[in-house]
């Protein structure tokens, strides 16, 4: 790809949350956020589908064990966010981007 075609990303930051920090996140989102997309991630051979759960009760299940996944995209001061939580060995993973905003170009 030449320097003009790249696409470029934006940074992304992972962490590995305590009980109490998985707390803490759904307490923020839910309140001093708008959340507008959620979806959950059943298994390895589940593909993610929109739902009408709300992004608490998605980390609830989460939590049980019921899913291996969940992806929020939410408006914070303007800007769309994108954080994804993935069950693992260690605890719940988070991993958070810029979501970028892909519009057609008018032409």
Same mark, same amino acid.
């Given at each position: 790809?030449?320097?003009?075609?790249?696409?470029?990303?934006?940074?992304?930051?992972?962490?590995?949350?305590?009980?109490?920090?998985?707390?803490l @996140?759904?307490? *923020? =989102?839910t309140?001093?956020?708008?959340?507008?997309e959620?979806?959950?991630?059943?298994?390895?051979?589940?593909h993610?589908?929109?739902?009408?759960?709300?992004?608490?009760?998605g =980390?609830?299940? @989460?939590?049980?064990?019921? @899913?291996v996944?969940?992806?929020v995209r939410?408006?914070?001061?303007?800007?769309?966010?994108? *954080?994804?939580? =993935?069950?693992?060995?260690?605890?719940?993973?988070?991993?958070?981007?810029?979501?970028?905003a892909?519009?057609?170009?008018?032409?």
């Open positions: 790809m030449s320097d003009d075609s790249e696409l470029k990303l934006p940074p992304i930051q992972q962490a590995t949350l305590t009980s109490t920090q998985l707390d @996140l759904v307490s *923020d =989102i309140g001093l956020t708008e959340v507008l959620v979806r959950l991630k059943g298994g390895a051979e589940a993610s589908t929109e739902t009408a759960p709300t992004f608490a009760e =980390i609830q299940s @989460l939590r049980e064990g019921a @899913l996944g969940v992806q939410y408006r914070h001061s303007g800007q769309e966010w994108l *954080d994804t939580l =993935i069950r693992g060995p260690e605890g719940i993973r988070l991993v958070r981007m810029a979501a970028l892909m519009r057609p170009e008018a032409g």
